[in-house]
């Protein structure tokens, strides 16, 4: 490609709500251009950059034996309402009616509509596994598009389907699909980490995450500093902890405790460890129907998992309430505990089993009980809520958990028989029975990945692309195309380098050696030879941008030197 003939349009100012890196640099260098909320087009470099990402795709799928294919955008509403995922969705879904006032959806993702290719066409268990994918356009109506390319409305998704007739099977396409997806993030030149996820509103048992690990990245993941073991912050777990030494010896009582409402102060009042007080976390599960208070029972050095809450509370989201909603729901904010409590679901963390001397709110004002067995509630709902926090232990090994930054750019779920069991989505087993399919879905955002790769390789001056996603591989650069000899040059190497197969651009364009050299570093094609002043002594120059490194190179050597190279 010749750079005067481009469609390139760079320029010097950032988006202005722009704050990511990516962000700016992709729409800065032309890559990328904002429509409107959550919308871009990408121009021919972004495009470039795109068909890359998802040819690594495809021979990877290929070499794991999934097939391409292609679904509709427009998704019948019928499929969403049978799947009962219309109303979970939200506003996220795009819904709207067509000429006949039939109502649509634009797929945000496309597991009914890819049951719906199987089922009543695969009949048999002989016809199994499946493996069917595409890479496709999504829509979401995020609440808060934002970061450019990271978090957009319409967004590049490719995403995979695996039908099965046993759990057997599922478990080893999954473990194919990640291994998969681990070659195609080494071949992006990336630096990742997979870690166990929360399901979400997908549904489904296992569930794994590729984070790319960037300082940007929107999730926090709890690794381990010593074994692979990793986690999303929302689904981390941490080694069962010891209780500490002494327990507070007490006959239950009732105390009075003036004005004592926070952990720290009760722990005090009572030279008691945290570990011994409960914490009472209260929310407002949101629900189809409505909403209530939920109230959250923790040890009182532990902190609330909003994601596990809501999991455990099987709420569609979990918002926090002001002191005065509880003081109208009859709660004394500080003093709330689960003993006398009517009318409220109460939520205990699993470590709480069995728990006694322990000190708890006595829905008093000023008041407290001491000396409390957790064991006289006989029906207490127990799960995990608690959030890991750095420098817990590891489930796995005798290591310690930090935390480090993560952009999710690949998702991979166990679904089971989730969806085929609403949508009837059946085959008949080797006894001639009905049984549901088993399956297992494979996501990876494809633009998101294009954002991700910049968030990872950049520097002041603008974007360094891994060698794989790189727009262009190697930028000729004329400095000063008045000058005879220098364009001819160029024009000898272009070619060659042309002929070679090098994915090549040849900046011919009539500007100034800084200005197409900012150009070439804020793109950041990963090798500029510049062919300028060196000429008379002549020799050329090698640019590599991921390094600043800058070599000499004789003319007659110059083709092979860069061949070498690339
Ligand atoms: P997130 O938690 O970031 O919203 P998600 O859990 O909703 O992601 P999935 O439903 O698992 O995402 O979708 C699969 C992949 O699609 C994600 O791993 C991510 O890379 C990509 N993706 C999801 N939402 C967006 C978006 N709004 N913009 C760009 N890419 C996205
Ligand atoms: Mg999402």
Same mark, same amino acid.
């Given at each position: 490609?010749?750079?005067?003939?481009?469609?390139?349009?760079?320029?010097?100012?950032?988006?202005?709500?722009?704050?990511?890196?990516?962000?700016?640099?992709?729409?800065?260098?032309?890559?990328?251009?904002?429509?409107?909320?959550?919308?871009?087009?990408?121009?021919?470099?972004?495009?470039?950059?795109?068909?890359?990402?998802?040819?690594?795709?495809?021979?990877?799928?290929?070499?794991?034996?999934?097939?391409?294919?292609?679904?509709?955008?427009?998704?019948?509403?019928?499929?969403?309402?049978?799947?009962?995922?219309?109303?979970?969705?939200?506003?996220?879904?795009?819904?709207?009616?067509?000429?006949?006032?039939?109502?649509?959806?634009?797929?945000?993702?496309?597991?009914?509509?890819?049951?719906?290719?199987?089922?009543?066409?695969?009949?048999?268990?002989?016809?199994?596994?499946?493996?069917?994918?595409?890479?496709?356009?999504?829509?979401?109506?995020?609440?808060?598009?934002?970061?450019?390319?990271?978090?957009?409305?319409?967004?590049?998704?490719?995403?995979?389907?695996?039908?099965?007739?046993?759990?057997?099977?599922?478990?080893?396409?999954?473990?194919?699909?990640?291994?998969?997806?681990?070659?195609?993030?080494?071949?992006?030149?990336?630096?990742?980490?997979?870690?166990?996820?929360?399901?979400?509103?997908?549904?489904?048992?296992?569930?794994?995450?590729?984070?790319?690990?960037?300082?940007?990245?929107?999730?926090?993941?709890?690794?381990?500093?010593?074994?692979?073991?990793?986690?999303?912050?929302?689904?981390?777990?941490?080694?069962?902890?010891?209780?500490?030494?002494?327990?507070?010896?007490?006959?239950?009582?009732?105390?009075?405790?003036?004005?004592?409402?926070?952990?720290?102060?009760?722990?005090?009042?009572?030279?008691?460890?945290?570990?011994?007080?409960?914490?009472?976390?209260?929310?407002?599960?949101?629900?189809?129907?409505?909403?209530?208070?939920?109230?959250?029972?923790?040890?009182?050095?532990?902190?609330?998992?909003?994601?596990?809450?809501?999991?455990?509370?099987?709420?569609?989201?979990?918002?926090?309430?002001?002191?005065?909603?509880?003081?109208?729901?009859?709660?004394?904010?500080?003093?709330?505990?689960?003993?006398?409590?009517?009318?409220?679901?109460?939520?205990?963390?699993?470590?709480?089993?069995?728990?006694?001397?322990?000190?708890?709110?006595?829905?008093?004002?000023?008041?407290?009980?001491?000396?409390?067995?957790?064991?006289?509630?006989?029906?207490?709902?127990?799960?995990?809520?608690?959030?890991?926090?750095?420098?817990?232990?590891?489930?796995?090994?005798?290591?310690?958990?930090?935390?480090?930054?993560?952009?999710?750019?690949?998702?991979?779920?166990?679904? &089971?028989?989730?969806?085929?069991? *609403?949508?009837?989505?059946?085959?008949?087993? +080797?006894?001639?029975? #009905? !049984?549901? %399919? $088993?399956?297992?879905?494979?996501?990876?955002?494809?633009?998101?990945?294009?954002?991700?790769?910049?968030?990872?390789?950049?520097?002041?001056?603008?974007?360094?692309?891994?060698?794989?996603?790189?727009?262009?591989?190697?930028?000729?650069?004329?400095?000063?195309?008045?000058?005879?000899?220098?364009?001819?040059?160029?024009?000898?190497?272009?070619?060659?380098?042309?002929?070679?197969?090098?994915?090549?651009?040849?900046?011919?364009?009539?500007?100034?050696?800084?200005?197409?050299?900012?150009?070439?570093?804020?793109?950041?094609?990963?090798?500029?030879?510049?062919?300028?002043?060196?000429?008379?002594? &002549?020799?050329?120059?090698?640019? *590599?941008?991921?390094?600043?490194?800058?070599? +000499?190179?004789?003319? #007659? !050597?110059? %083709? $092979?030197?860069?061949?070498?190279?690339?």
């Amino acid at each position: 490609m010749r750079f005067s003939r481009a469609y390139i349009p760079t320029v010097k100012e950032a988006p202005n709500e722009a704050t990511l890196p990516s962000h700016i640099y992709l729409t800065r260098a032309g890559f990328i251009a904002h429509i409107a909320s959550g919308l871009y087009n990408y121009l021919p470099l972004g495009k470039r950059v795109i068909r890359k990402i998802e040819t690594i795709i495809n021979e990877e799928m290929a070499r794991a034996g999934a097939e391409e294919v292609e679904l509709a955008f427009v998704t019948p509403a019928e499929l969403w309402q049978e799947s009962g995922r219309i109303e979970k969705f939200g506003k996220e879904l795009l819904r709207f009616r067509d000429r006949k006032e039939n109502l649509f959806v634009l797929g945000p993702t496309h597991e009914e509509m890819m049951v719906s290719i199987v089922r009543n066409r695969v009949n048999s268990y002989k016809q199994l596994p499946l493996n069917l994918y595409q890479i496709k356009t999504k829509f979401r109506d995020e609440a808060r598009p934002r970061f450019g390319l990271m978090r957009a409305r319409e967004f590049i998704m490719k995403d995979g389907y695996s039908f099965h007739a046993t759990v057997e099977d599922m478990n080893r396409e999954f473990d194919a699909m990640e291994a998969a997806y681990k070659r195609i993030l080494d071949r992006l030149g990336l630096k990742y980490r997979i870690v166990e996820a929360d399901s979400g509103a997908i549904g489904g048992t296992g569930s794994k995450e590729l984070m790319v690990l960037a300082e940007s990245g929107e999730d926090t993941l709890a690794v381990c500093d010593h074994c692979e073991y990793g986690a999303n912050i929302e689904a981390a777990v941490r080694s069962s902890k010891a209780a500490p030494s002494e327990a507070p010896v007490a006959e239950f009582n009732r105390f009075k405790t003036p004005d004592i409402k926070s952990i720290a102060d009760l722990s005090a009042f009572f030279h008691v460890d945290p570990y011994f007080t409960l914490k009472c976390v209260a929310k407002r599960a949101v629900y189809e129907e409505g909403s209530c208070i939920v109230l959250f029972f923790l040890h009182g050095d532990d902190a609330l998992q909003k994601v596990k809450a809501q999991n455990a509370a099987k709420a569609l989201d979990i918002v926090d309430v002001s002191e005065e909603e509880l003081s109208d729901a009859g709660l004394f904010p500080g003093f709330i505990g689960p003993l006398d409590l009517q009318g409220f679901t109460c939520i205990f963390d699993q470590t709480l089993k069995g728990a006694s001397s322990m000190i708890c709110g006595a829905n008093e004002v000023d008041m407290h009980f001491v000396g409390v067995d957790l064991s006289v509630l006989s029906e207490a709902i127990f799960a995990d809520l608690v959030e890991v926090k750095e420098g817990d232990g590891c489930p796995r090994c005798n290591g310690t958990l930090s935390y480090t930054k993560g952009i999710e750019v690949g998702h991979i779920f166990k679904l &089971g028989t989730t969806y085929s069991k *609403v949508l009837k989505a059946e085959f008949l087993n +080797e006894k001639g029975q #009905a !049984e549901p %399919f $088993v399956m297992g879905t494979y996501g990876m955002g494809v633009s998101r990945l294009v954002a991700a790769v910049i968030e990872q390789h950049h520097d002041e001056k603008g974007c360094q692309w891994t060698r794989a996603t790189a727009p262009y591989t190697l930028n000729i650069l004329v400095s000063n195309v008045k000058d005879e000899a220098q364009n001819e040059l160029g024009e000898l190497l272009y070619g060659q380098f042309l002929k070679a197969g090098t994915e090549v651009i040849f900046d011919d364009r009539k500007e100034r050696f800084g200005f197409k050299m900012n150009d070439a570093e804020l793109i950041g094609f990963p090798f500029t030879l510049i062919i300028g002043k060196g000429l008379e002594q &002549g020799v050329v120059e090698l640019y *590599v941008r991921q390094s600043g490194e800058k070599v +000499e190179i004789p003319i #007659a !050597e110059a %083709f $092979v030197r860069v061949m070498e190279r690339l």
